[in-house]
């Protein structure tokens, strides 16, 4: 399932099948900003989870939208919500233009299934949620200096936290990182350790899945599980 805006709503595209689906807007007044929308298939329905804001100056809400109904109900409070289809995540900031304004990182089941946990921050900064896998990093109180990488693996768990790096992506379980070592180490949350990836920067960084590929000018590299 793929998702394309269109004509002030969204098409949700079957690639299976190639059949369309127009999702209109919820009615909510004089919202005009409709930021990520996260997907995932529950028990064979497609579900969304996307955000409406008044405005760039008023905290948008989360909608959950589901196929078998065709329609969307409030969610929470909050936008940018990211899913890996058992989880969701989304952040909640006193304005929409969230950039360097105090936050609070939510995440829960996407089933429901527990109550969402708040992670608070003292600047949203960036957050990645793939393969079981939830792993942000907070600015600093100085622009320049963000915090430790923050790696949680279920729901509610206490964050593991890796100091001097810089949060690049997840997947397949492993989070990827830039550190003082190496412009690419890949970090393993159930060993808590840490191997070099690259030593150079890549041209180009292509992950599929749980499949990483780096693209140094012709040749392309898969990182090795």
Do not use: C, K
Request: aromatic share 8%.
């Amino acid at each position: 399932m793929t998702l394309q805006p269109y004509d002030g709503g969204l098409v949700l595209v079957d690639t299976a099948t190639g059949r369309l689906r127009f999702i209109e807007r919820p009615a909510v007044p004089e919202a005009n900003v409709l930021t990520r929308v996260a997907l995932r298939v529950a028990d064979g329905v497609p579900e969304l989870l996307f955000s409406l804001a008044p405005s760039l100056t008023r905290e948008p809400t989360l909608f959950r939208w589901r196929a078998d109904s065709g329609t969307a109900s409030v969610f929470s409070p909050g936008w940018q919500p990211v899913t890996d289809g058992r989880r969701l995540a989304w952040t909640r900031a006193p304005l929409a233009i969230a950039s360097w304004n105090p936050g609070t990182l939510v995440t829960a089941p996407a089933d429901g299934s527990q109550p969402a946990v708040e992670y608070p921050l003292h600047e949203i900064g960036n957050y990645v949620l793939a393969d079981g896998v939830l792993a942000w990093q907070a600015l600093g109180r100085e622009r320049s200096l963000p915090g430790p990488v923050q790696v949680s693996v279920a729901h509610g768990d206490t964050p593991q936290a890796i100091d001097g790096s810089i949060l690049l992506h997840v997947a397949g379980g492993w989070v990827y990182l830039t550190t003082g070592r190496a412009a690419i180490e890949a970090y393993d949350p159930a060993t808590r350790t840490l191997r070099i990836v690259a030593r150079e920067r890549p041209d180009q960084w292509l992950v599929d899945g749980g499949v990483v590929l780096l693209r140094y000018g012709r040749a392309v590299l898969r990182v090795a599980d």
